[in-house]
């Protein structure tokens, strides 16, 4: 039993979001210059396919999020989301995948919220809907 709970407790060590945000930024930027090969490459596709997965049923679990109210906030095209809820306010922070950047505005935006602060209705830069961002090539 203290093999398992040791176990966890590197297992928890390692993945931690932060560490892997910048592991996967230093592998996008890496890449151009990386000569992998087939076998390299497949067992990478493998696990981000396996992660995106898992991503995708956590993503399930979220559109049912508190505060209900909330409209589901849209997920930028060649980008995404990364969303959390204290204290009953919904806060979203819009990302772009590698090759793709926000617009000046958006830069200057930590976070959108959605609260009753707000009426229920996303504080985007962009009126009346639920785009909290736009990934430009």
């Not at 892997?20 to 930027?29: Q, S």
């Not at 151009?32 to 991503?55: C, G, H, I, K, P």
Request: glycine share 6%; aromatic share 8%.
């Amino acid at each position: 039993l203290s093999f398992s709970a040791a176990q966890d407790e590197t297992l928890l060590q390692n993945c931690n979001l932060q560490t892997l945000l910048a592991d996967l930024k230093v592998a996008a930027e890496c890449s151009e210059n990386l000569s992998w090969s087939a076998q390299q490459t497949a067992a990478l596709l493998l696990s981000m396919r396996n992660l995106t997965d898992t991503l995708q049923h956590q993503l399930k679990k979220c559109q049912a999020a508190e505060p209900k109210k909330c409209p589901e906030a849209k997920v930028p095209d060649n980008g995404g989301l990364a969303c959390v809820t204290v204290a009953n306010k919904r806060y979203c922070k819009p990302l772009c995948n590698y090759g793709y950047d926000f617009g000046f505005i958006r830069r200057s935006r930590l976070y959108d919220e959605c609260s009753q602060q707000t009426g229920h209705k996303w504080d985007t830069q962009y009126i009346g809907g639920n785009t909290l961002a736009v990934c430009n090539s």
